[in-house]
């Protein structure tokens, strides 16, 4: 897995540092300490090349007010959404730099799996055309599956986010098979989304421990991650945190792997 130096001669791995969870924990109070937007100012500062959010439908972390502002800082802002009339209409008139698409499920802790694109190309289709038409980006999150991946590239989407979900999983698992197995899906994903002409990031489940490995895939552009993050800063804060990250994806990149 981490094997020669094939990331030297690799464009810059972008950060995009998703502050959903400094929401959850203002939510769990109901005030409005501690700030996302502050977050996201401090994570700017600290290496960040842009911020992620995801307005759920159920605005159980990010609220409209936060997407507004975030949208009013200096810096590229990913609105993660899910395919629905209400979230088309409040991205387009926050005119985020880019937004990807996610599956949402009510019930789910998380974002758990990538989106069916295959099965709802009709659907996205024309999303992706009026996103565009906006000058917003639009990426879609999809598990590193060559059927998603090419359907993808078909309806007009410039990019995917490659879930690494279960890269995570299994690399706190104990069986080095199913650990190469997740990994050589997510390389094989880049790859095939790289050759379709798509720009290809990936997130999820992201780790100090974890997110060398991902990093040094050449073609992968940007890696979100948010939750490690958010809990890492309780105990080193959030700018030594995603400091930290940012020199681990620098260092992969270069062939520095530990
Ligand atoms: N990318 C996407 C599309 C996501 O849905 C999420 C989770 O909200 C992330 C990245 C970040 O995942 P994590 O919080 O596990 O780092």
């Known amino acids: 897995m981490s094997g020669g130096n094939p990331a030297a001669n690799a464009p810059r791995c972008r950060l995009g540092v998703n502050i959903d969870h400094v929401a959850t924990l203002r939510n769990a109070r109901g005030g409005d300490h501690?700030?996302?937007?502050?977050?996201?100012?401090?994570?700017?500062?600290?290496?960040?090349?842009?911020?992620?959010?995801h307005l759920r439908e159920d605005r159980r972390h990010i609220r409209d007010e936060d997407m507004a502002r975030l949208a009013g800082l200096?810096?590229?802002?990913?609105?993660?959404?899910?395919a629905t009339a209400e979230m088309m209409n409040i991205c387009l008139n926050t005119r985020p730099h880019a937004c990807?698409?996610?599956?949402?499920?009510?019930?789910?802790r998380t974002t758990e799996g990538g989106l069916d694109v295959v099965g709802q190309r009709e659907t996205l289709e024309p999303m992706i055309a009026r996103l565009a038409d906006a000058g917003i980006r639009v990426s879609l999150f999809v598990d590193p599956e060559e059927a998603h991946i090419h359907a993808a590239a078909e309806i007009g989407a410039p990019v995917v986010e490659l879930h690494t979900g279960e890269y995570h999983e299994a690399a706190q698992s104990t069986t080095p098979v199913r650990i190469q197995a997740a990994?050589?899906?997510?390389?094989?994903?880049?790859?095939?989304?790289?050759?379709?002409?798509?720009e290809v990031h990936a997130g999820h489940g992201l780790t100090f421990h974890n997110v060398q490995n991902i990093a040094a895939i050449p073609v992968?552009?940007?890696?979100?991650?948010?939750?490690?993050?958010?809990?890492?800063?309780?105990?080193?804060?959030?700018?030594?945190?995603?400091?930290?990250?940012r020199r681990l994806i620098d260092d992969a990149r270069t062939g520095l792997l530990v």
């Open 220 to 245: 992968i552009r940007e890696l979100n991650i948010g939750h490690f993050l958010v809990g890492e800063a309780v105990f080193m804060g959030l700018d030594g945190a995603v400091r930290e990250m």
């Open 183 to 198: 990994y050589d899906a997510i390389e094989a994903g880049a790859r095939t989304a790289h050759e379709a002409g798509l």
């Open 74 to 82: 200096d810096a590229p802002l990913n609105f993660e959404m899910a």
């Open 100 to 108: 990807c698409i996610v599956p949402e499920n009510r019930s789910e």
């Open 34 to 53: 501690p700030d996302p937007v502050r977050a996201a100012q401090l994570a700017l500062a600290s290496g960040a090349d842009g911020i992620t959010a």
